[in-house]
């Protein structure tokens, strides 16, 4: 994983402290991110995941 290019990403997109799903599935697509890295990035930097359409985020 690597958190400088999420934390990049994260910047670019405007996203602080919460994430909608479909923003993660987009950041994922546009950076070539793996969903689960992005998932695992914002849990261990206390990032809120909201509105979880297929159960990805717990």
Do not use: T, V, W
């Not at 958190?3 to 990403?9: L, M, S, T, V």
């Amino acid at each position: 994983m690597d958190d400088a290019k999420i934390e990049k990403a994260f910047q670019e997109m405007g996203i602080g402290k919460e994430i909608r799903c479909p923003q993660a599935f987009a950041i994922s697509g546009r950076f070539h991110i793996p969903i689960a890295d992005i998932g695992d990035y914002c849990n261990r930097h206390h990032i809120k995941i909201k509105g979880c359409q297929l159960g990805c985020f717990p």
